[in-house]
């Protein structure tokens, strides 16, 4: 399956579209980190509360210290598939916000 990661870096916060070939805005998520909890806080905008993404834009916060915006447009994702999309995400945000 053909993945597209579309990445959007705004002051203090990341944008980050995942999607396959249809395109659109079905699932949105947002995580910001909190000085209360050393887990970042997430909301559901659109679809799933408690899908991969809600949990994936929660690492995604947490491991960069950023609010994350987090789309992931993949119907049924699962297992593998979905360990390939957080790695590849992390990768991503590692090579754009740490440089060597």
Do not use: Y
């Not at 395109?23 to 806080?41: K, N, S, Y």
Request: proline share 5%; glycine share 8%.
């Amino acid at each position: 399956q053909v993945l597209h990661f579309h990445l959007m870096q705004l002051d203090g916060q990341i944008f980050l579209w995942i999607g396959g070939e249809k395109l659109g805005l079905d699932d949105l998520h947002v995580a910001t980190p909190t000085r209360f909890d050393p887990l970042p806080c997430v909301a559901s905008l659109r679809g799933e509360v408690d899908g991969n993404a809600s949990s994936l834009s929660q690492k995604l916060s947490r491991r960069f210290g950023l609010m994350v915006f987090l789309s992931l447009n993949v119907p049924d994702i699962e297992g593998e598939m979905m360990l390939a999309v957080q790695k590849e995400s992390t990768r991503i945000l590692k090579d754009l916000l740490e440089p060597a």
